[in-house]
Nanobody, 119 residues
Framework: QVQLVESGGGSVQAGGSLRLSCAAS????????MGWYRQAPGKQRDLVAS???????IYADSAKGRFTISRDNAKNTLTLQLNSLKPEDTAVYYC?????????????WGQGTQVTVSS
């Protein structure tokens, strides 16, 4: 089992910044992908950004140029720097970890952290 604990959410005004962190613990393989997703009220949960063990990053179009994802493999931590925040970035942000292949593939989610951006 893997446990994910997010922190760093909060309320900011438009144009502000926040830094989200996710700490992973438990049975973590050496190769895994981590990512941030978000879900606004009444909407589906969507990818914000992800990063592989090798450092390959994927960003949603809405995140490009404003958000930066990074990870520390030694500490099993994931970070998302949110800059130039907009009201439409308001959502619950979830940390996700994917590891294993085939029948051993597993997905884990954190409990989420609220980000609220006011205009």
């Amino acid at each position: 089992q893997v446990q994910l604990v997010e922190s760093g959410g909060g309320s900011v005004q438009a144009g502000g910044s926040l830094r989200l962190s996710c700490a992973a613990s438990g049975s973590i393989f050496s190769i895994y992908t981590m990512g941030w997703y978000r879900q606004a009220p009444g909407k589906q949960r969507d990818l914000v950004a992800s990063i592989s063990s090798g450092g390959t990053k994927i960003y949603a179009d809405s995140a490009k140029g404003r958000f930066t994802i990074s990870r520390d493999n030694a500490k099993n931590t994931l970070t998302l720097q949110l800059n130039s925040l907009k009201p439409e970035d308001t959502a619950v942000y979830y940390c996700k970890l994917d590891q294993g292949r085939g029948a051993y593939a597993r997905t884990y989610w954190g409990q989420g952290t609220q980000v609220t951006v006011s205009s």
